[in-house]
Structure formats: structure tokens, C-alpha cells
């Protein structure tokens, strides 16, 4: 079973930064995608920020420019730096990763942490 942990959310005013971590117990080399998604009331979870196995990464229209995905591959960890906060950046923002077993390829989420863009 992997475990995804994440840390790093709070409430910060509009215009102002937070970064999120997120650390994967899987050894690096299974993990083919780690990534943000994020989900705020009364709407779908979407995706925010991905990197896939490659380096290739994707960021939602609404935050290119703003937020930034980086990893450390020594600490099987996902960083997203989140700048220039708007209030509709507020949500829940969840850690994905997708591992790849022999047979199956499997998604596993963390817990969710609470980013609150408010002044």
C-alpha cells in the first residue's frame, strides 16, 4: 500500500504564496505521475499541476504563470509553489500518484489539505 502525505496549507491573503509538499512511500522508480488536484465546494475535482514520468508537465489553464510543480526524486516528494493567490484558488488540494505495478497501474490520494485565499 503507498502512503501520500501532505503538507503545507493555511490561510494566506490575496496576492501572497504557499507551497504544498507532498511525500510518496513508493520507491521512485514505480511512480510514473505525481500531481495536485483540488476541489472546492459545490464543484468537480480538477486537475492543477502534474509531472509525469519524463519530466513532461501539465498545469491547468487557471494557473499557469502562478504556480509551479518541482520534485525531489531523492525524497520521493511533489512540491506545487503556489503565487499571486486569488480567492478562487481556494479548496481542498489533493496529492495524486500514479503507481505502476507488474500487472495494474494504480492511483493512490492523500488526505486533502485546506488552502484558504481570504483577506
Known amino acids: 500500500q503507498v502512503q501520500v502525505v501532505e503538507s503545507g496549507g493555511g490561510l494566506v491573503q490575496p496576492g501572497g504564496s504557499l507551497t504544498l509538499s507532498c511525500a510518496a512511500s513508493e520507491s521512485i522508480s514505480s511512480i510514473i505521475a505525481m500531481g495536485w488536484y483540488r476541489q472546492a465546494p459545490g464543484k468537480e475535482r480538477e486537475l492543477v499541476a502534474r509531472?509525469?514520468?519524463?519530466?513532461?508537465?501539465n498545469y491547468a489553464d487557471s494557473v499557469k504563470g502562478r504556480f509551479t510543480i518541482s520534485r525531489d526524486n531523492a525524497k520521493n516528494t511533489v512540491y506545487l509553489q503556489m503565487n499571486s493567490l486569488k480567492p478562487e484558488d481556494t479548496a481542498v488540494y489533493y496529492c495524486?500518484?500514479?503507481?505502476?505495478?507488474?500487472?495494474?497501474?494504480?492511483?493512490?490520494w492523500g488526505q486533502g489539505t485546506q488552502v484558504t485565499v481570504s483577506s
Open positions: 509531472i509525469i514520468s519524463g519530466g513532461s508537465i
Open positions: 495524486n500518484v500514479v503507481v505502476r505495478w507488474i500487472l495494474q497501474t494504480d492511483d493512490y
